[in-house]
Nanobody
Framework: QVYLVESGGGLVQAGGSLRLSCVAS????????GAWFRQAPGKEREFVAA????????NYADSVRGRFTISRDNAKDTVYLQMNSLKPEDTAVYYC?????????????????WGQGTQVTVSP
């Protein structure tokens, strides 16, 4: 079992930046793919970004590519999401998710482990 706890959300003006953190516990995070999803009020949860176990391969939603960067520090069992040039439409609850090894491709990930989420609000 892997337990995920997000932090770093908050209120920021459009054009600003935030960095979200996701700390894993319970089992070593090494070997797990990590990802961020988000859910805005009245909308379905959507994929934001993902990273493989060694950080050498990343995947982004078109809506955030070039503005957001996902990274990880396996020594700290932590996955990060650096969010720059934030827009009001980025307002959502952001969730961290993890998928156990082996990594067989982005389309095979099922993310059985989820955090509780952290609120990000971007004002105009």
């Amino acid at each position: 079992q892997v337990y995920l706890v997000e932090s770093g959300g908050g209120l920021v003006q459009a054009g600003g930046s935030l960095r979200l953190s996701c700390v894993a516990s319970g089992r070593t995070f090494t070997g797990y793919a990590g990802a961020w999803f988000r859910q805005a009020p009245g909308k379905e949860r959507e994929f934001v970004a993902a990273i493989n176990s060694n950080g050498g391969n990343t995947n982004y939603a078109d809506s955030v590519r070039g503005r957001f960067t996902i990274s990880r520090d396996n020594a700290k069992d932590t996955v990060y999401l650096q969010m720059n040039s934030l827009k009001p439409e980025d307002t959502a609850v952001y969730y961290c998710a993890a998928d156990p090894p082996p990594f067989l491709g982005w389309s095979t990930l099922e993310y059985p482990y989820w955090g509780q989420g952290t609120q990000v609000t971007v004002s105009p």
